[in-house]
């Protein structure tokens, strides 16, 4: 079932108090989600009538330290990608806010939130010793992020990531948001090493897709997300290492070989590049599919 990011300045607080005062928070948390004066700063993310996460809103970032948006998954729910779901909903309340750079303080040992982060438009300003702020940039001008993705194919069969960003779990190609500075076949090394701890050598870029939100059903963010996915025939030479790398997508990543010959009926998306995946060897030029799912 998918996720609802419910706040709580357009509902009572009374219509949540069973599910807060129900769900294992420490006595400072339930203080503070049950304060009537943070009733307009209060976002819940809630699957199944559970509370999965919370989140703190300020329309205004604190010179010193406070930033714009505070978001927490609870443990229990934590790597399952709902903290990247929960997080773009937030980003999509600063843009309708209009809130143009939105600050974002964050531990240093917070791995998770930062790698949430990261897969946005972001720059960083260290602060605090112990604490970085991110401001990230929403431009009234809608951007679009840069995923570069690995296509690994031995045996016939494809290498895969099995993920679950908040919205069902599917498989995907293995790869990942390209940062600042690097070049897309850089982002491309560094996110499988981090993912499947696997070196991979980039051979061929052949497919490239848009995904954007907006024209698709079935989304897997806000009406706003349009990435582009740039998809390159990998070499690797040691398979032996293959496993959750240092950041991989949750814990509950798996990793999956399909099989060519049966991978229609599988959970694997993008659909539309199967038919090319199946006869990846024919293709002489980069094909640039559109906005395809």
Known sequence: MADNVISLSDNKIENYQFLINSTTFSPKEKNILLDPENKNKIYLLINENKITGYALFSNTADQNFHGHIEFHILPEYQNKGKGKFFFSMLLEEARKKEIAQVKITCSKKNIKAIKIIKNFNYKLEETFNDYNTYWIDLPKEKACRYSIKAII??????????????????????????????????????????????????????????????????????????????????????????????????????IVWLDLNTIETSDFYPKAIIPYLKNIQDIKETIYLGDVN
């Open 153 to 254: 194919i031995e045996n016939n069969k494809l290498l895969v990531e099995r993920c679950d960003y908040g919205r069902g779990r599917f498989s995907k190609l293995p790869g990942g948001g390209q940062n600042w500075g690097e070049t897309i076949t850089e982002a491309l090394i560094r996110e499988c090493k981090e993912e499947l701890n696997i070196d991979v050598e980039p051979q061929k870029l052949v497919l490239i897709r848009d995904y954007i939100a907006k024209n698709h059903p079935s989304k897997i963010g806000p009406y706003w997300f349009h990435q582009v996915e740039p998809m390159f025939i990998c070499n690797v030479k040691d398979y032996s290492t293959l496993g959750k790398g240092n950041s991989p997508d949750g814990i509950n990543q798996e």
